[in-house]
């Protein structure tokens, strides 16, 4: 069975899906991944933990923003997260806690979409293009590589999130303590993204060997 490429710039997914039937064509393949990885981080919304001191609750997206990005590679992963937005947008209840960007944030009068939240929505197209850019040069390929990678994601997505939190905080109250708002926003979440980077890096290297494993059996 052949799949597609070979060559070190190949992400996993392309190395699994087959060029047969009507996935030979690139455009069903990448319509295919694409529709895969948005119910995927559909799914990942059902990991929901709310926090009492902060508006943003500890989610399952951040996994789904690292695995497909290193998955996909940059291109198919910010279009899979665009996507992933856009069912938001159009009414769909695809975030977490089955809201949609239209839904009431914790922010009395704030939609989702402009709410308290949204920062760390935007950062997640950035964030997998990011994970998807180092993946596609084998980062994903080692433990010690694939975990710097995803820092860098988180590293964005808390990074826009903070800053998105902050300006909605200095409009609603007109004021901003800086310390406070990253023990909301930053410091919640480190646990969290360390064990689900230290399980997307440990996933994708062993992805990697089974495949050779296969590939050396065929």
Do not use: N
Request: aromatic letters at 10%; proline letters at 7%; glycine letters at 12%.
């Amino acid at each position: 069975m052949a799949f597609v490429g070979t060559s070190r710039s190949d992400t996993l997914a392309q190395r699994l899906v087959p060029q047969t039937g009507f996935l030979a064509h690139p455009i069903a393949r990448d319509g295919l991944l694409i529709v895969l990885g948005a119910l995927f981080m559909v799914l990942c919304t059902q990991i929901r933990i709310e926090l009492p001191f902060t508006p943003v609750p500890i989610t399952g997206q951040t996994l789904g923003v690292y695995l497909i990005g290193a998955l996909y590679g940059p291109r198919l992963a910010i279009l899979t997260l665009l996507t992933y937005l856009a069912q938001g947008l159009v009414g769909l209840p695809v975030f977490a806690g089955g809201l949609s960007a239209w839904s009431p944030s914790r922010f009395p009068g704030l939609p989702v979409i402009i709410g308290p939240t949204a920062g760390y929505l935007f950062a997640f197209p950035i964030a997998a293009g990011v994970v998807g850019y180092l993946a596609a040069r084998g980062w994903d390929r080692r433990v010690s590589s694939a975990i710097p990678a995803m820092l860098l994601g988180e590293l964005v997505i808390l990074s826009l999130g903070f800053a998105w939190l902050a300006g909605a905080t200095a409009i609603v109250t007109g004021t901003v303590d800086v310390e406070l708002l990253f023990g909301a926003a930053v410091l919640p979440f480190l646990p969290g993204a360390a064990i689900k980077i230290t399980l997307a890096a440990l996933a994708l290297p062993g992805g990697w060997a089974l495949l050779r494993g296969r590939d050396r059996s065929e």
